[in-house]
């Protein structure tokens, strides 16, 4: 093990990321390094970079190592450290619990009162190597590539999403088809809903969607969403929808798009405070099913999204449209902010630009 490793790093308040060589991270008594195989980019890295207003409170203390969805190999643990051993591959899971709070205590670590994430308040994974505390492992059970297993941190999202909406025999609206609507437009397919109407205003993520199984996309610039969606439900709306664009005005979208009785289930991070816009008819006369998610159950959802991905029931790869070493950093933010790509990761194996 060399005593330095090339890292992305944030270093001041203000837009853009530095290379630079850190010092080799050591796993704490209860942390584990992982030498990272694929890092991937998430909307949160971009905001990051960005240096955007949203993401200013969510950063304890600078410089630090954005990223937080990746795998690799365990290649050391610290002294009390039982549950992961040295050698097998795993993935971190974001969201790291305190183990005591009413959350912890209940059965949702994952919405922990005192949740740290990884990426934002500790050093991520946009690095060679990475610390993780070991009780925020994902050891994987199955045999998945790299640039997979990097992506089941944001579709276990997407699969979650798909869950709480109970798509099955439904027609589902996917609102914005970003990674995360392009994941759950697929896992809703694996899980029989019975036509998938998905809206995106992306050329290369409308294309992606119907290649994931959107059955019908629309550009919500060009065409009035809750018209398209009555017309194709014989006027009775989508049973469930998934926001999942975070754009100004999309819940109160979707809320207008869903059938009497229907769920919604909300997984953008909403870039504006939210409203309803027609509240009686949109609202308390729909009887509404609303549901909020953040993260991923610990570890079921990991389960279940690395089960669906190993035996090919959904394919994610198409998303993966770049794949850059930690010095192409400026090029993977170059190619997510011109509306090139979908989904970017970082190969920290890796010296030169290679296709996924
Ligand atoms: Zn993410
Ligand atoms: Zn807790």
Known sequence: MTETMTAVAKVRREPGYEVLQKEMPRP????????????????TDILLYKWDPLVHGLVASLPFIPGHECCGEVVAVGAEVENVPVGVRACAETHIACG???????????????LVLFGHQTDGCFAEYAR????????LTRDLPPEVASLLEPFGVSLRGVEAAEVQGEDLLVYGCGPIGLGAVAAAKAAQARRVIATEVNPVRTELARRMGADLVFDPRETDVREAVL??????GAGCVIEASGAAGAVAQCLACLR?????????NPKAPVKVTNVMRDFMHKEVTLKTLHGRRMYRTWRKAE?????GNVDIRPLITHTFPLSGIEQAMEAILTGR?????????????HSP
Request: with cysteine.
């Open 260 to 268: 009497k009785g229907g769920r919604l289930v909300v997984l953008g």
């Open 307 to 311: 089960a669906l991905l190993a035996e």
């Open 231 to 236: 017309d194709a439900t014989s006027r009775d």
């Open 132 to 139: 993780v505390p070991a009780g925020s492992v994902y050891v």
């Open 28 to 43: 704490g008594p209860r942390e584990v390094l992982l030498r990272v195989e694929r890092a991937a980019v998430c909307g």
């Open 100 to 114: 005591q709070c009413y959350q912890c205590s209940h059965g949702m670590p994952h919405i922990c009162r005192n």
């Open 341 to 353: 790509a979908c989904k970017v990761e970082l190969d920290p194996t890796a010296t030169d630009t």
